[in-house]
């Protein structure tokens, strides 16, 4: 994780937040996630959440994920990234 910013070189890092969004359609908020599917729609979709960690001085954001090793098993299965569907 990122105990100084790349961008300003500040530590004072507010870590490991959940990142939102809020879909129009439904009033509830969702965590932004990533979607890996097998292209041959046998396996389950893997759906996993991403982590923030902003610079407290200059706002850096940079993006992680606490299951990485779920992400590389999905991607070395072949799975792929969703398409968006609209
Ligand atoms: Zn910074």
Redesign the pocket.
Known sequence: MMTQ??????TEIIPDLNVFTKLTTQNTDEILYMALEDPAHKGAPVLIGFRAAI?G????VEFYTRRAADLQDAHKKGYVTRKTVS
Do not use: F
């Open positions: 910013c790349l961008e300003c070189g500040y610079c001085d200059c706002g850096h």
